[in-house]
């Protein structure tokens, strides 16, 4: 089980970038990136924006685990799903702007990760994601039984979307949709900046090879428990926003069904690519939002079957394919060009 | 003392569902290196078309007991050989992926076709009703669940310890190249090992039948438990399977009798500490890592 996900795929990640950072097509790319970001609620339904968001932060959370340390988290429902709770009760009760609230959740987030991820960092491989998996429910079960914080099956209703007193982004989707943008970018700038570090580094060796990596001096158990908490504070976040987004937290946001559905992104988008994520969730939920619609109830049946597929005859993802085949189209000019 | 009997006796048919699939899985593990994430799933079918049988064809528990492992043995089959085989070369993390979507479509599949409310099933006629022992009365048909599969589980160690077809698949887990190597086409027992692993979670179906609520989420939270269970006995040891699934069973039953709002969460403390002080499980060998 020593040989990860990633390895076997051949999805060449420790590369750098085909692109080199003079490249003006790197430019245009994040210029064209921002700007469907800032466009998105002009095309689409803005809460539907707001959700392609959360998911797509919480989708590079799983990665960030999964692409870049060889760890398949299966109960990150547990930190987006405790995150919402938690900013919803501290949004309640305290009556803070929004963004106060959701820090606030992920720190929470952030504060169970520590406990789970010390105790799953013990097991590997699939043994990790039973684990996660495992805990993830505990947690359900906790706020299932906690009715009088939780509201149990209710959920938490009517949370506040305080900020302070401007009431177009508390009342207006379309505007609450920049706010929440902002927020999920500082977790996207995040990630990104923990994957292009010397820490960042240090967890592709752990991933590609724990033992060298251990040799060299490097504490793996430590490197593991800490990339796991970064995650689970970029889940707690994107789920604290999701929260406020719909004003409501359920259970469902703790089900293993949660888990598995950002699992599903993520090797949609491209395990180990990172920007995937964000057209993963792009994907699966304007799918599931169109599916819910058209009145049509089997979501299940149509997300396990891309599932199903994906897994079997498209690991690379969306973004892992794009990328593929810009390298060898890049790859073949300089060839030609050197002849 | 006759509520604490009793409250045994239900944690250790609950145990017996546990133990059978929990035997199924490792069995797969053992072989393929698949961790079946849609034996929750399996669960459910063997309940659900225990309850089909009997409504559409008239099908009894005994028959079905005997029928519906048969049937999920085809599916196993149809399984490994449509579906989990194209990964088996790949890290086992993808089969699990596999599995779960399969777990998602089936699970929709079985919703959509017989709705969320549960199907009726009476306990089979001979085993309803309760035998006094002393003071203390006892459930016949828990009694009658918790011996089948404690045979069951003795007929499956047997067959793997004692029988030449259980040491080709002890070898074919243990060495598969050296197996490989005295003439043993390790390839052909992969799929009916499968199968035989989908069976034992039909299996267990049939006998949950009577006294769960068959829905098409039955198996939902039985698969995490199942999870639980595997990492607490150590995935790779067959005794280990069992045992927790046993142990699994009484911790439930103690904590829905003693303390109903931590049952579930009882378990999972268990599988913490198992973690912290023997990450391999409580008959796992040390993993290589």
Known sequence: ?339 | MSEFIQYTLQGLAAGGFYALSALGLAVIFGVLGVVNFSHGACYMLGAVLSAVLLAELNVGFWAALVIVPILMFGFGVLMERLLVRWLLELDPLYNFLLTFGLTLVIVEAVKQRYGVSGLPYQVPAGLGGQVSVGSVNLSVYAIFACLFSVVVCVAVGLLLTKTRIGMIVRAATEAPDRTRALGINVGLWVTPVFGFGIALAGLAGVLAAPTRAITAEMGSNFIIILFAVVVIGGLGSILGAVVAGFLVGLVEAYGIAYAPTYAQIVIFVLMALVVLVRPSGLFGREEVA
């Open chain 1, 1 to 339: 089980m020593s040989e990860q996900m990633t390895a076997k795929v051949d999805v060449d990640l420790a590369q750098p970038s085909i692109l080199s950072r003079r490249n003006p097509l790197r430019y245009v790319m994040l210029l064209a990136g921002l700007a469907v970001l800032v466009m998105l609620p002009y095309w689409i339904y803005p809460p539907v924006a707001m959700d392609i968001l959360c998911w797509g932060l919480f989708a590079i959370s799983v990665d960030l685990l999964l692409g870049f340390t060889g760890l398949l988290s299966f109960g990150h429902a547990a930190f987006w799903g405790g995150s919402a709770y938690c900013t919803g009760l501290i949004a309640t009760h305290w009556g803070v702007p929004f963004p106060v609230a959701v820090i606030g959740g992920a720190v929470f987030a952030m504060l169970i990760a520590w406990p789970i991820g010390y105790l799953s960092v013990r097991r590997t491989g699939i043994y990790f994601a039973m684990v996660t998996l495992a805990f993830a429910q505990m947690l359900y079960f906790i706020a299932n039984q906690a009715r009088d914080l939780t509201g149990g099956e209710n959920g938490l209703q009517g949370i506040p979307r305080n900020f302070f007193g401007i009431e177009l982004v508390e009342t207006d989707p379309f505007y609450f949709y920049y706010v929440g943008a902002a927020m999920i970018l500082v977790g996207i700038l995040v990630a990104w900046r923990v994957v292009n570090s010397p820490f960042g580094r240090v967890l592709t060796a752990v991933r590609d090879n724990p033992a060298r990596a251990r040799a060299l001096g490097y504490d793996v158990e430590r490197y593991k428990i800490t990339v796991f908490i970064i995650s689970a504070g970029l889940a707690g976040l994107a789920g604290g926003v999701f929260a406020v987004s719909h004003q409501f937290a359920s259970l469902q946001e703790l089900m293993w069904t949660t888990s598995g559905k950002v699992v599903l992104i993520t090797v949609l988008g491209g395990i180990g690519t990172l920007w995937g994520g964000l057209v993963g969730a792009g994907v699966v939920v304007t799918l599931e939002d169109y599916l819910a619609s058209s009145g049509f109830e089997g979501i299940g049946l149509i997300t396990g079957t891309i599932f199903v597929v994906i897994v079997l005859l498209f690991r690379h993802g969306i973004w892992g394919t794009a990328r593929n085949v810009l390298r060898r189209y890049v790859l073949e000019r300089r060839g030609r060009r050197r002849d």
